[in-house]
């Protein structure tokens, strides 16, 4: 069963460069382009794996990690951002913080070989043993 991943960026044009990746590895995709459809697809259908900007409409993006916290969100979390390293490093520090699942920072522009290879990791974790 594939793995229900959320891309989560304020750019459509990087939303569908992320899920080809993603639905390239094996995940099944939804895209979200601002907070409020953010907190909509969160409730509907659950995901497995977020990658997440900070850069949204409707929100300041580090406020993202703590709503997801409150709202019990048990995905993966991997932020992917062009903004500078502090601010994703905070972001991510909040999260864990939280008790989410931070799974990682990566910084636009993406490598895209590693974040290939985060996320066939992420599918392979998800495999049950044996």
Sequence with gaps: MALRMLIVD????????????????GYEVATTNDAE??????????ADV????????????????????????RARILIVSGFDEGIRRMAHAIGKAKGLDMAGVLPKPLRVAELRGLLSQFMRDAQPPG
């Design 10 to 25: 304020d750019e459509p044009e990087i939303c569908d460069f992320l899920r080809d990746i993603a639905t390239g590895v």
């Design 50 to 73: 977020i990658l997440l900007d900070l850069t949204l409409p409707g929100t300041v993006g580090i406020e993202l990690p703590k709503y997801m916290a409150e709202t019990g969100a």
């Design 37 to 46: 459809d953010f907190k909509r697809a969160l409730a509907e259908k659950p």
